[in-house]
C-alpha cells in the first residue's frame, strides 16, 4: 500500500485523454480493455481532479483526426482545467502549413503528436515528409510529442538530432518493457537521449506497460529511477495518462506512487513546473 503523501501545489497532469467511445473509432480499445469501453468526458475527470488537488491538465489526442483536435479546442474553452491540448496533425501532408497555422492560432493548442508506435515501418519518424511537418511546428510556438515504444529509441535519438531547436516531449518514458523486467538497451537510450536538453520526459504510462493485475512500486522503482537520472527533475513531468491507467490504477493511487518516488524537492518541479516550463502554460 502506498503511504498517503500530500501534493505540492497546483499540480498538472501533463498527459490525460477524452473520449466518446465507439467501437470503429477506438479499435486499439481490445477485449482486455474492456474497462475503458465507454465515455470518457471532462465531467467525468473534474471530481477526480478537485479530489487529489490537481489545478490542472494537458489533453492528448487519441484519435489521428482533426475533428478530435478541434473538439478538445472546445473542451478547453469551456473547462478552465485543461490547460492546453496535445493535437492531432497530417505532418506528412503536404497542405500542413494551410491547414496548421489557423489551428495555432487558438491559444489551447501548446503541441502535436503522431502515433509512432502505430506506424508499420519502425523508421517512419525519419521519413523526409514526416519530419518537413515537425519544421512547421517551431515557428508557431508548438511542441511534439514523442509516442514510440522502446524500439524506436535509435531512430529517436538521429531524428532529434535534426531539430536540435524544437521542444519535444516523450510520452509514458518510451515504454519499456516493465511487465518482464528487462532495462536494457532502454536504459542506454534513454540517457542517451537524455542529452539533448531540447527534450522532456513524461513520467506516465508504466502501468499498462507492467503487469496492470500485478504491479508495485518497488517494480516501477528502476525505470523510474533511470528517468530521474536522465532527466532531472527539471526535464521531467507527471502525467496520469487517464482514463488508460483505470485498466491497473486509480488515478488517486498514481499521483500518490509518483510522489512516493519523488523527494520533497522534487515533487513540485516533476508535478507543476516542469509542465508549465515545457507547454508554455500560465502558470497556476
Known sequence: MIPPTT??????????????????EYAWIDDSMEALRRDFLPDNLAPLLAACGVAGVVSVQARQNLEETAWLLDFARHHAFIRGVVGWVPLVDPQLPELLTPL??????????????????????????FNAGIRALRPLGLRYDILIGERHLPQTIRFVDRHPDQVFIL???????????ILS????????????????????????????ANWSPAGLAPYIDTVLEAFGPRR????????????GVTYARWLSCVLGALSATERQRVCSATAIEAYGLASV
Not at 501534493?7 to 470503429?24: K, L
Request: hydrophobic share 40%.
Open 7 to 24: 501534493p505540492p501545489s497546483g499540480v498538472i497532469d501533463a498527459h490525460q485523454h477524452f473520449w466518446r467511445y465507439s467501437a470503429a
Open 104 to 129: 495555432a492560432a487558438d491559444k489551447g493548442l501548446v503541441g502535436v503528436r503522431h502515433v509512432i508506435q502505430g506506424e508499420p515501418d519502425d523508421d517512419f519518424i525519419l521519413r523526409e515528409d
Open 171 to 181: 510520452d509514458h518514458i518510451a515504454k519499456p518493457r516493465i511487465r518482464e523486467r
Open 185 to 212: 538497451p532502454w536504459r542506454e537510450n534513454i540517457l542517451e537521449l537524455a542529452k539533448r536538453p531540447n527534450v522532456y520526459c513524461k513520467l506516465s504510462g508504466l502501468i499498462t506497460e507492467a503487469d496492470p
Open 236 to 247: 521531467l513531468m507527471f502525467g496520469s495518462d487517464w482514463p488508460v491507467c483505470l485498466l
